[in-house]
């Protein structure tokens, strides 16, 4: 009778034991990871700038019907200001014009016809937006930001892919935060580049 007794109190206590265990796991489980609170600050900020932006101005020109500036929405894409604006001509070359890239206050969007060379328009509108031969960061095409020192293929889209999903550079130091560019890789390309 005796080691029934005993029996009985430790299955008691290793009722209580595993009972604990799987308490102390459930509640670590539902502990809520904050997230940094540099990230937490950036997002913040990117939202209030969207609040605060309900719309912006582009200039469109170059083989569109209907060239002009236009107020469209800061979500717009490239796209969607080349349909507004009338479409291409028949002359257009599309293949030179990044279709999917956002577009953001006081942008040039330069269709070129087809044969011409863009680098002749760099000065003024894709890669510089008149800013010493420096290329901005912002509107530059892959082929473009090939020209920056150690920036090669891979390199220059995911700057592209970056900028698409996460909007505009605001300086030159957000290029940190793509992937395959460290400080050294910024170091190199700083004095050749703009943000605009």
Same mark, same amino acid.
């Given at each position: 009778?005796?080691?029934?007794?005993?029996? @009985? *109190?430790?299955?008691? $206590?290793?009722?209580?034991?595993?009972?604990?265990?799987?308490?102390?796991?459930?509640? @670590?489980?539902?502990?809520?990871?904050?997230?940094?609170?540099?990230?937490?600050?950036?997002?913040?900020?990117?939202?209030?700038?969207?609040? @605060?932006?309900?719309?912006?101005?582009? =200039?469109?020109?170059?083989?569109?019907? *209907?060239?002009?500036?236009?107020?469209?929405?800061?979500?717009?894409?490239?796209?969607?200001? $080349?349909? $507004?604006?009338?479409?291409?001509?028949?002359?257009?070359?599309?293949?030179?014009?990044?279709?999917?890239?956002?577009?953001?206050?006081?942008?040039?969007?330069?269709?070129?016809?087809?044969?011409?060379?863009?680098?002749?328009?760099?000065? #003024?509108?894709?890669? #510089? =937006?008149?800013?010493?031969?420096?290329?901005?960061?912002?509107?530059?095409?892959?082929?473009?930001?090939?020209?920056?020192?150690?920036?090669?293929?891979?390199?220059?889209?995911?700057? $592209?892919?970056?900028?698409?999903?996460?909007?505009?550079?605001?300086?030159? @130091?957000?290029?940190?935060?793509?992937?395959?560019?460290?400080?050294?890789?910024?170091?190199?390309?700083?004095?050749?580049?703009?943000?605009?």
């Amino acid at each position: 009778m005796k080691w029934i007794k005993t029996y @009985e *109190r430790w299955i008691y $206590i290793g009722a209580l034991v595993v009972g604990a265990i799987i308490w102390v796991t459930q509640r @670590e489980e539902t502990t809520i990871q904050p997230l940094p609170l540099e990230q937490n600050e950036q997002q913040v900020e990117q939202a209030e700038k969207q609040e @605060e932006q309900t719309s912006v101005f582009v =200039d469109v020109k170059g083989a569109v019907k *209907r060239a002009g500036v236009y107020e469209v929405a800061p979500t717009s894409r490239i796209r969607d200001v $080349i349909e $507004i604006a009338g479409g291409l001509t028949e002359e257009a070359d599309e293949t030179k014009v990044n279709l999917a890239m956002k577009v953001r206050d006081e942008m040039v969007i330069y269709v070129p016809k087809k044969g011409e060379e863009i680098s002749e328009l760099a000065d #003024t509108h894709t890669t #510089t =937006d008149g800013s010493n031969g420096k290329v901005n960061i912002n509107t530059a095409t892959a082929e473009q930001l090939q020209t920056l020192q150690g920036i090669g293929p891979a390199k220059a889209a995911a700057i $592209i892919a970056y900028r698409e999903e996460h909007g505009p550079f605001q300086k030159a @130091e957000d290029l940190l935060n793509v992937s395959g560019i460290g400080q050294k890789s910024l170091e190199k390309i700083k004095e050749q580049i703009v943000v605009r």
